[in-house]
């Protein structure tokens, strides 16, 4: 089945630690997102990238950093920068580059900071 | 920036009834898209609607981008349309996200 999957679902870390959340899509798309939601809030954009080993930041990137590398990959990785790391961490992805196209959304990873 | 507005932030209907869904937009945009997240946090890309109307069985959506908002009507509402509905706007580069409306429908 086609479709983007996001690993672990649940994850935990300690403060000051860095941790790495996967994204693989096998929908051949060419953008890919990463979205954060906090409880109760809409979602907000991280990174976006339009094309393999390029990307650009969204709203809310600082303490964050991504690579894409493949077409099919594009991890996050949350860095003891971000202040406030507990979230809910979303993957889409869409057929064609930017923004004005049909995204399509992973079941999410839950990242719990102790 | 552009500012996302959508009402009413609650709704809790009884199954069998009808809804309507407001989002409005500050600004011009180049694309609208509604969303429903169901509660285990999964989002469904219900419709891509910049302008005009698109019906999807008991969903339908209108935009009227002149005047800046957008409708997702629901008829007949199940039990599991339950979750939250996020309307989103792309302009330029940036994609936003309004802050959603939590819709609960009781059998």
């Keep these: ?114 | 920036g552009i500012q996302v507005e959508q009402s009413p932030p609650d709704l809790i209907l009884q199954e069998g009834a009808n809804s309507t869904l407001r989002c409005n937009f500050s600004d011009s945009v180049n694309n609208l898209q509604w969303f429903h997240q169901n509660p285990w946090g999964q989002l469904i890309n219900l419709f891509y609607i910049p302008s005009g109307t698109k019906q999807n069985g008991r969903l339908s959506a209108t935009t009227v981008a002149t005047e800046r908002y957008s409708l997702l009507y629901i008829s007949s509402s199940q039990t599991t349309d339950s979750g939250v509905y996020f309307c989103a706007v792309s302009y330029g580069q940036n994609f936003v996200f309004g802050p959603g409306t939590r819709l609960s429908v009781l059998p």
Excluded at chain 1, 11 to 26: A, D, I, M, P, W
Aim: hydrophobic share 30%; with cysteine; net charge neutral.
């Design chain 1, 1 to 114: 089945d086609g479709g983007i999957t996001q690993s672990p679902k649940y994850l935990f870390r300690k403060e000051g630690q860095n941790v790495t959340l996967s994204c693989e899509q096998n929908l051949n798309h060419d953008a890919m997102y990463w979205y954060r939601q906090d409880p109760g809030q809409g979602l907000r954009l991280i990174y976006y990238s339009q094309i393999v080993n390029d990307f650009q930041k969204g709203d809310i990137a600082e303490g964050y950093s991504v690579s894409r590398e493949k077409k099919e990959s594009f991890p996050l990785t949350v860095t003891s920068a971000q202040k406030n790391p507990t979230a809910f961490y979303l993957c889409a992805s869409s057929v064609t580059s930017g923004l004005t196209d049909t995204q399509y959304f992973g079941p999410g990873t839950r990242l719990t900071v102790l």
